[in-house]
Nanobody, 119 residues
Framework: QVQLVESGGGLVQPGGSLRLTCAAS??????????MSWHRQAPGKERELVAAITTNGGVANYADSVKGRFTISRDNDRRTVSLQMNSLNSEDTAVYYCKAMVSWSRSYWGQGTQVTVSS
């Protein structure tokens, strides 16, 4: 079955960096139409898209709030997608989720990893 396992969350001071990684299994990772993405949900707020990348071609998109600070990448050989987060601030505090859209009708979510930005 499809599994998405996130890692790399934790506590970081404002201005610091973290790197999240999502390890994927159970589906064809490199294929036209497969999109891997990171989303986040802060307390009391709706889940929002942070960044997305196609596994076939590596086309990336970002939310305006993270442009220039976050970088999404994928390693097709290792079947992983990563989110490098720099210049973190308190507004980045949230649970971060990995999502795999394997077709227009099938998507899967990871369990989430907590990112807390605090001094």
């Amino acid at each position: 079955q499809v599994q998405l396992v996130e890692s790399g969350g934790g506590l970081v001071q404002p201005g610091g960096s973290l790197r999240l990684t999502c390890a994927a299994s159970g589906f064809t990772f490199v294929s036209v139409g497969v999109v891997m993405s990171w989303h986040r949900q802060a307390p009391g707020k709706e889940r929002e898209l942070v960044a997305a990348i196609t596994t076939n071609g590596g086309v990336a998109n970002y939310a305006d709030s993270v442009k220039g600070r976050f970088t999404i990448s994928r390693d097709n050989d290792r079947r992983t997608v990563s989110l490098q987060m720099n210049s973190l601030n308190s507004e980045d505090t949230a649970v971060y989720y990995c999502k795999a859209m394997v077709s227009w009708s099938r998507s899967y979510w990871g369990q989430g990893t907590q990112v807390t930005v605090s001094s």
